[in-house]
């Protein structure tokens, strides 16, 4: 299953064991040339042609389930996790899309519906069988190279190539959407979420978006979508009504199947396949969605046209897992906030660009750290800014250990 491709292009690879994981890690290494690992092809090292070899794990997409255990292939998307674990009763804390990669994804940490309830899905994670970059396979969990466990529940890729992820899932006998439309006042709405989830039960967790046409992820125009886990419409209702009651907005809550509420985001097919438009923005962990921060994101959304602001609330069961126990950064958070501009051709110009990057630089200046699913470039200087300074650190100690010649470097990359 190799498809190679003279340089520069990339040469792509779809292993379908693991000894050609192992194989292709190895020769890497040797021939010291760039590894791309991509799984379900959403990250920004999915796209582009560099040269070196492109590791596609599709074909490693396993789903077991065993009770509440299960195992899952370093190739697998969350939307056939989901469906399989439905039939079962069961799920895990995800992403928003069903083409998301199970690996990235949790490598990175997780921020999904379920994060108050359940944490990210790194927190879900209890072991996981890699390829280091000596192209050994070895299983780690709380009990074996925990130093390495440690580092993949959101330090990236860095440290080789997770083929099995071994997580433990969650009772699930329904869950309750609640869809608003906001035709108003957005700031008023975004106020009376942030009081609404200071006291929420973990059981909700709530997403603002307000999106252009042009973005073809969601509806345009802003929303407010709430997913409460249990099949229970009218305790989401009641907790709701402070915004569901304001003017201008208008809510319908359901109960539909937690797979149904993951987004169907397309994916361009093919190698040739143009990379999506340019973004310029960025993101951050905030300890509080306070009143300054809730009017620039209005504003900045309001100035430019072709833009994006998206929020997701934290707290509950994110918040209770200690700083030093994951790599992944601010703990104390209690949302997430994204906003940005696409650098659509004709659109935006350098002057338009420089705005942008101030305005949203001006929006993320108060955040605790960089989320780093939502970094979609590389800026090795940015980083330190995703981790605590201890994490990163010890970061770095595990990093020399298991890769010091850098091998897995097409990632936010951490430099020894």
Same mark, same amino acid.
């Given at each position: ?63 077991? &389930? ?6 899952? !292939? %370093? =190739?697998?998307? #969350?939307?056939?996790? @989901?469906?399989? /674990? +439905? $039939? ?11 083409? &998301? ?6 490598? !990175? %940490? =997780?921020?999904? #519906?379920?994060?108050? @309830?359940?944490? /990210? +899905? $790194? ?294």
């Amino acid at each position: 299953m190799v498809d190679n491709v003279e340089s520069p292009q990339p040469a792509i690879h779809r292993p379908s064991t693991i000894s050609e994981v192992a194989a292709l890690v190895r020769r890497a290494s040797q021939e010291a040339v760039p590894l791309t690992v991509v799984s379900g092809g959403h990250g920004p090292w999915s796209h582009g042609a560099e040269p070196g070899i492109r590791l596609e794990l599709g074909e490693l997409a396993s789903i077991e &389930v065993d009770g509440t255990a299960v195992r899952v !292939g %370093g =190739g697998a998307v #969350w939307g056939d996790v @989901a469906a399989t /674990l +439905a $039939a079962h009763g069961l799920a895990l804390s995800s992403g928003d899309t069903a083409s &998301v990669g199970v690996g990235g994804l949790t490598l !990175g %940490g =997780g921020v999904g #519906w379920m994060v108050r @309830a359940w944490g /990210l +899905a $790194a927190d879900q994670l209890v072991g996981a069988q890699v390829v280091t970059a000596s192209g050994e396979v070895v299983e780690t969990s709380t009990a074996e190279h925990p130093d390495l466990f440690w580092a993949l529940r959101g330090g990236g890729g860095n440290f080789g190539v997770v083929t099995r992820f071994d997580f433990q899932a969650h009772r699930l006998p329904g869950i309750a959407l609640s869809e608003s439309v906001v035709e108003a006042d957005a700031a008023a709405v975004l106020r009376a979420a942030r009081d609404v989830l200071r006291d929420a039960p973990r059981e909700l967790t709530v997403t603002y978006m307000d999106v252009p046409p042009m973005d073809p992820s969601a509806p345009a125009g802003a929303r407010l979508t709430a997913v409460w886990a249990a099949p229970d419409a009218e305790a989401l209702r009641a907790i709701l009504e402070p915004i569901s009651s304001l003017d201008g907005v208008r809510t319908e809550v359901t109960e539909p199947a937690y797979r149904d509420i993951l987004m169907e985001m397309p994916q361009p097919e093919g190698d040739d396949a143009p990379a999506p438009p340019g973004f310029i923005g960025g993101n951050g962990l905030f300890a509080d969605l306070d009143d300054d921060l809730i009017e620039r994101l209005v504003a900045f959304r309001r100035d430019y046209p072709a833009s994006v602001v998206f929020l997701r609330s934290l707290g509950g069961a994110f918040g209770d897992v200690p700083q030093e126990q994951t790599a992944f950064p601010a703990r104390s958070a209690t949302w997430f906030v994204m906003a940005g501009a696409f650098d659509i051709p004709g659109m935006l110009d350098d002057a338009a660009r420089a705005t942008v990057t101030a305005d949203t630089e001006r929006i993320v200046a108060g955040r605790l750290a960089e989320y780093g699913n939502f970094a979609d470039t590389e800026r090795p200087d940015a980083v330190p800014g995703m981790f605590a300074p201890e994490a990163f650190q010890r970061l770095r100690e595990v990093k020399a250990l298991w890769d010091p010649q850098n091998v897995f470097r097409r990632n936010h990359n951490i430099v020894v």
